[in-house]
């Protein structure tokens, strides 16, 4: 498998040491900047000894190297300010993702694409309608980071391991997200058994604010540890055919009622993309809130074709 990472920032060259460490495929990490994606993938390759695997990742400022990649994953773009919502990229974002996308769509027709870059949903949308690609074979990795932080925070309050938790987060990436309280078990039992619904209205708003409490904290940059094991999680479901169900920015046409946009859902995936989207049993607020955050993302996408 040839897996090509667009933009050599922080959350995409994590992504690619943890998929070439993995061993999932031969990596490409291209970035325009001169000389930056080389020198990660350079010191990379140094650590091979030292990690005792024997992985290849080679690094480029010349896009055209991603040409009949299997797996193009896309972080290119600018990262968020404090203070700044994931909306006000959008702008400076979409020409970044234009000029990508294109040549995507040029030199890697049959590749499956993860959008990485933010407004996430928006991006995603907007690189569906610039590539034309197979819904199935272009998707935004999304509510998959937003749930880990769901699940993460919990665990924190319960004292208990995060894998003895279940936990479900849809809709936008970002502050438009919509976790589901109602679907958490801990070691399968639900979460009101755990605690108080007061205390999980504020698991879900420290959620919601996760992504602006770490660009807050950092004072520059944004969030990339999490980002980059949550691409790393999708790519490995791909390349190994798991079949599993992850949470993801996929296009409904229909399903939830939503018709011709992108929004967070669960998806089962494999070696050919979302082989099916997964409908949950939501209530009639919670479909309404879903479309309403569709409906934005459709609209903000239309405005950067005018």
Same mark, same amino acid.
Request: a positive charge; aromatic letters at 4%.
């Given at each position: ?51 005792? *695997? ?5 690094? *480029? ?25 994931? @909306? @006000? ?11 990508? #996308? ?8 049959? %590749? /499956? ?22 819904? &199935? ?5 999304? !509510? *998959? ?10 665990? +924190?309050?319960?004292?208990?391991? %995060?894998?003895?938790?279940?936990? +479900? ?25 755990? /605690?108080?619904?007061?205390?999980? @209205? ?25 980002? &980059?094991?949550?691409?790393? *999680? /999708? ?13 993801? #920015?996929? $296009?409904?046409?229909?399903? $939830?009622?939503?018709?011709? &946009? #992108? /929004?967070?859902?669960? #998806? ?5 993309? !979302? ?13 309404? +809130? ?17």
């Amino acid at each position: 498998m040839k897996i090509s990472i667009i933009g050599a920032g922080n959350v995409g060259s994590l992504a690619a040491m943890r998929i070439a460490a993995d061993g999932l495929g031969d990596v490409l990490l291209m970035d325009v900047v001169k000389g930056l994606a080389l020198g990660k993938a350079l010191d990379l390759e140094d650590a091979r000894p030292l990690l005792k *695997s024997n992985y290849s990742i080679k690094g *480029s400022d010349d896009i055209i190297q991603i040409k009949d990649s299997d797996i193009v994953v896309v972080t290119a773009g600018l990262a968020r300010k404090p203070g700044m919502t994931r @909306e @006000e990229l959008l702008v400076k974002n979409a020409r970044i993702l234009k000029d990508v #996308c294109l040549k995507i769509k040029e030199l890697a027709k049959a %590749a /499956i694409v993860i959008i990485v870059t933010n407004p996430l949903d928006i991006m995603t949308f907007y690189a569906l309608k610039l590539t034309d690609f197979k819904p &199935s074979k272009l998707f935004g990795m999304g !509510i *998959s980071l937003d749930t880990a932080r769901f699940i993460n925070l919990i665990s +924190q309050e319960l004292h208990l391991p %995060a894998a003895d938790i279940e936990a +479900q987060v849809v809709g936008a990436h970002g502050e438009g997200m919509l976790a589901l309280p109602g679907l958490a078990k801990v070691k399968g039992v639900s979460l009101d058994k755990f /605690i108080s619904e007061d205390k999980i @209205e504020s698991l879900i708003s420290r959620t919601v604010n996760r992504g602006a409490q770490i660009v807050a904290s950092l004072g520059t940059g944004s969030a990339f540890f999490a980002p &980059s094991a949550a691409i790393a *999680s /999708i790519v490995k479901t791909i390349v190994k055919d798991e079949k599993r169900t992850i949470g993801l #920015c996929s $296009y409904l046409n229909g399903q $939830y009622g939503i018709k011709d &946009s #992108c /929004i967070g859902v669960p #998806c089962r995936i494999g070696k050919n993309g !979302i082989e099916q989207i997964m409908e949950l049993d939501l209530s009639a607020g919670q479909l309404a +809130q879903l479309a309403k955050s569709a409906a934005a993302v459709a609209q903000a996408t239309a405005k950067l074709f005018v």
